[in-house]
């Protein structure tokens, strides 16, 4: 079992970056597959980005090519990179952790989740 909480959010501009960081407790953290959510007021809870246990990548359509996701499995962490954020990032993102090893694009595939974090990009 792990616990993941995330940190890095804020308030930037558009245009500018930001890095968002999820550490999740737990000795097995690297046979988790992990994945980054967000959801904006009044909308549905959307994909961001996975990683599996392999390392192996996937990107929601709206952020390839801007956002980075990466992990640090000695450090029990997985990060996610931001950058050319637009208004349309604004959300609170969440860090989520699939006990399969996979990097799911659906959130109900994802076993444990963090609180989450609000990144809010102004115009």
């Known amino acids: 079992q792990v616990q993941p909480v995330e940190s890095g959010g804020g308030l930037v501009q558009a245009g500018g970056s930001l890095r968002l960081s999820c550490a999740a407790s737990?000795?097995?953290?690297?046979?988790?597959?992990m994945g980054w959510f967000r959801q904006a007021p009044g909308k549905e809870r959307e994909f961001v980005a996975a990683i599996n246990r392999r390392s192996f990548v996937r990107y929601a359509d709206s952020v390839k090519g801007r956002f980075t996701i990466s992990r640090e499995n000695a450090k029990n962490t997985v990060a996610l990179q931001m950058n050319s954020l637009k208004p349309e990032d604004t959300a609170v993102y969440y860090c989520?952790?699939?006990?399969?090893?996979?990097?799911?694009?659906?959130?109900?595939?994802?076993?444990?989740w963090g609180q989450g974090t609000q990144v809010t990009v102004s115009s």
């Open positions: 737990g000795r097995t953290f690297s046979s988790y597959g």
């Open positions: 989520a952790a699939d006990s399969s090893g996979n990097y799911y694009s659906t959130y109900e595939e994802y076993d444990y």
